[in-house]
């Protein structure tokens, strides 16, 4: 089977990011079937229009479209549309036999619809999150008429979608209380392979003595985007209301995004930086203002 794959945030195991898509596609891949993975470089170099690549047996599009969580919310948009625009053409011309994408944004629904029609075959589509409640709920969406756009483009999603795929069985509650027949919506949660974090006990001890800080004590991790949804100031607060129950217990945040200061400047005034919360966005000095 052809399957034209689009995901604006594409990642391979050694790019900093999720690599669900990856998974997933290199899976198929093994099955027997063709993928054609369409997808953004976010990296704001030198490069200029599409070029291809090959991961583990997928054809890799890349579409040049600088992006990051520093970026401002219209900035965001921009580069969304950006890559709805260029990703509708190059889906299109690609031989299928069912088009796959995957969300957020939810406007990576614009250029598989047009693929899918163009070509003639049916379109699933991933949701990842629910959007645009998450926007909506603290308050990136707040014009009316931006609400109202979004909502529609969710229907518009859903509507032209022959089935679904959800993360969790909340996010299929979301998907049918918008309507869609609840049949059509299969559940396929993240999940982890364990081959990438099997390392020997010996080697798990020797990383752990090189910091001091940490050594044989209890650690508690966070790695991902520091951005507003995600609300990791939340573990400054929580580590300082641990830090009187168990002083051992220690806390790390790796990660870039909008609120790497926040998270910082929280853990600063609730005087745990440098005392059980660390972080590796930056080196900041526990007396840094």
């Given at each position: 089977?052809?399957?034209?794959?689009?995901?604006?945030?594409?990642?391979?195991?050694?790019?900093?990011?999720?690599?669900?898509?990856?998974?997933?596609?290199?899976?198929?891949?093994?099955?027997?079937?063709?993928?054609?993975?369409?997808?953004?470089?976010?990296?704001?170099?030198?490069?200029?229009?599409?070029?291809?690549t090959?991961?583990?047996?997928?054809?890799?599009?890349?579409?040049?479209?600088?992006?990051?969580?520093?970026?401002?919310?219209?900035?965001?948009?921009?580069?969304?549309?950006?890559?709805?625009?260029?990703?509708?053409?190059?889906?299109?011309?690609?031989?299928?036999?069912v088009?796959?994408?995957?969300?957020?944004?939810?406007?990576?629904?614009?250029?598989?619809?047009?693929a899918?029609?163009?070509?003639?075959?049916?379109?699933?589509?991933?949701?990842?999150d629910?959007?645009?409640?998450?926007?909506?709920?603290?308050?990136?969406?707040?014009?009316?008429?931006?609400?109202?756009?979004?909502?529609?483009?969710?229907?518009?999603?859903?509507?032209?979608?022959a089935?679904?795929?959800?993360?969790?069985?909340?996010?299929?509650?979301?998907?049918?209380?918008?309507?869609?027949?609840?049949?059509?919506?299969?559940?396929?949660?993240?999940s982890?392979?364990?081959?990438?974090?099997?390392?020997?006990?010996?080697?798990?001890?020797?990383?752990?003595?090189?910091?001091?800080?940490?050594?044989?004590?209890?650690?508690?991790?966070?790695?991902?985007?520091?951005?507003?949804?995600?609300?990791?100031?939340?573990?400054?607060?929580?580590?300082?209301?641990?830090?009187?129950?168990?002083?051992?217990?220690?806390?790390?945040?790796?990660?870039?995004?909008?609120?790497q200061?926040?998270?910082?400047?929280?853990?600063?005034?609730?005087?745990?930086?440098?005392?059980?919360?660390?972080?590796?966005?930056?080196?900041?000095?526990?007396?840094?203002?």
């Amino acid at each position: 089977m052809r399957i034209t794959y689009l995901h604006q945030y594409f990642n391979t195991p050694e790019m900093a990011g999720g690599t669900r898509s990856y998974e997933m596609a290199r899976r198929l891949v093994a099955r027997g079937h063709q993928v054609n993975m369409v997808t953004s470089w976010r990296v704001n170099d030198s490069r200029r229009g599409w070029f291809e690549t090959e991961e583990a047996g997928i054809r890799v599009h890349w579409l040049p479209v600088p992006y990051s969580n520093h970026m401002s919310y219209p900035q965001r948009i921009r580069a969304f549309l950006r890559f709805a625009w260029g990703a509708a053409r190059r889906a299109a011309s690609l031989p299928a036999d069912v088009v796959f994408a995957t969300s957020t944004p939810l406007t990576i629904a614009l250029p598989a619809v047009y693929a899918a029609r163009r070509r003639k075959v049916p379109m699933v589509f991933e949701v990842r999150d629910l959007w645009p409640e998450l926007p909506i709920a603290v308050g990136a969406i707040k014009h009316p008429a931006l609400i109202a756009l979004a909502r529609w483009l969710e229907r518009f999603a859903y509507r032209h979608s022959a089935q679904i795929v959800s993360l969790s069985p909340g996010m299929k509650e979301g998907v049918v209380q918008a309507g869609y027949p609840a049949e059509r919506v299969h559940v396929i949660p993240n999940s982890a392979d364990l081959e990438l974090f099997t390392v020997s006990a010996d080697k798990a001890k020797a990383f752990r003595w090189k910091f001091e800080w940490l050594q044989d004590r209890p650690l508690v991790v966070y790695a991902g985007t520091l951005g507003r949804i995600n609300g990791v100031d939340y573990l400054a607060r929580l580590a300082a209301a641990v830090q009187p129950l168990n002083p051992d217990i220690r806390f790390l945040v790796i990660g870039d995004g909008a609120e790497q200061e926040k998270v910082l400047t929280t853990a600063q005034q609730m005087g745990v930086y440098g005392r059980n919360f660390f972080s590796t966005t930056r080196t900041l000095q526990p007396d840094e203002p």
